[in-house]
């Protein structure tokens, strides 16, 4: 295609395209700012913008905060901090109470749980969830979006419940993707026991919380992902290798393949450390208790209603895993 041509469809002026271009002169002041400030953010990644200004000022460079900015951002430097507040409850949607304090994990399939975190990405945020069974931490099901809505997380759902059964109790946070009656209803539809944790409580889902700081530090932080597409190859191998291969120390070092499949070396229990444990008010399928789901959900909504209004439960600060 003639040079005139593309000009004309790319409405640029031929004289733009063929006059010299002269090399931009170098600003010895900007490649200075550029050194300090990834030195300093290499001994401190938490500084933003801000903090950066009043270093170089300390350090004799009066720089506004909008020039710091443009630098950083031409580094694809940005200081760590917290991303978006994943667990926004929804004021309708029904909340149920948390029914693992003190239930001994014994075998696959007993107790599934879920949660959404955020990657950082450099245009925006991406968001994951993923289910895992507690007994072999085994991770059974995740998708990725970039957005918050529950289709992805009841897709996910759905993926686990089609290729490893269903398990007897699910647990998630409160929310509102987790407490919708998109989500919920496929629970109730399987006759699965609905557990939440209690707001503000980090050790009632605890598992989760340890995957995503594997998933971070182990993959994200190291790789940096560009983009939804580098992301999505990225964690389908590093959950293939989190499964496989990747020894856990409370699996006694053995991969959750290996005691998903096999049924021993796993467990898990979240210690109430005040008082006598309190017997589950739903009892596991296994103990032979023959209820149906209607009754199951008069006895937790029996023990929601006992509980006094602003009463705050009783911490759990520690997690025993069984042998």
Not at 197 to 208: H, T
Request: glycine content about 8%; aromatic content about 10%; overall charge positive.
């Amino acid at each position: 295609m003639a040079v005139a041509q593309q000009c004309r469809l790319a409405g640029v002026s031929r004289a733009t395209v063929y006059a010299r271009q002269k090399p931009k002169p170098v600003d010895e002041r900007e490649l200075l700012f550029s050194r300090l400030i990834d030195e300093e953010y290499t001994r401190h990644p938490f500084y933003g913008s801000r903090k950066m200004v009043v270093f170089l000022k300390a350090a004799g460079h009066h720089v506004n905060r909008k020039r710091v900015r443009r630098l950083m951002h031409q580094m694809a430097l940005a200081g760590m901090a917290p991303g978006p507040n994943t667990s926004r409850p929804h004021p309708e949607h029904k909340v149920y109470p948390y029914l693992l304090r003190g239930v001994p994990v014994v075998r696959p399939n007993q107790v599934w749980s879920t949660d959404i975190t955020y990657i950082r990405l450099p245009r925006g945020f991406a968001y994951l969830v993923a289910i895992i069974d507690w007994y072999s931490r085994r991770v059974l099901s995740w998708r990725i979006s970039n957005s918050m809505e529950a289709v992805f997380c009841v897709d996910c759902l759905e993926d686990a419940l089609r290729h490893h059964g269903r398990p007897e109790i699910f647990n998630s946070d409160q929310g509102s993707q987790f407490t919708s009656a998109a989500f919920t209803e496929v629970l109730k539809r399987e006759g699965v026991v609905i557990s939440m944790d209690g707001r503000g409580r980090a050790f009632d889902n605890i598992f989760v919380e340890r995957l995503w700081r594997s998933v971070k530090h182990e993959d994200v932080y190291l790789k940096g992902y560009a983009s939804m597409g580098e992301l999505m190859l990225g964690l389908t191998e590093y959950f293939a290798f989190y499964n496989g291969e990747r020894p856990h120390q409370s699996l006694g070092q053995q991969t959750p393949d290996v005691v998903y499949r096999s049924a021993i070396g796993g467990g898990a229990m979240i210690v109430d450390r005040f008082g006598a444990m309190e017997e589950s008010p739903v009892p596991l399928r296994s103990t032979g208790d023959s209820s149906t789901p209607e009754a199951r959900s008069e006895a937790t909504a029996t023990t929601e209603s006992k509980a006094k209004p602003g009463q705050r439960r009783p911490a759990a600060s520690e997690v025993e895993c069984a042998a």
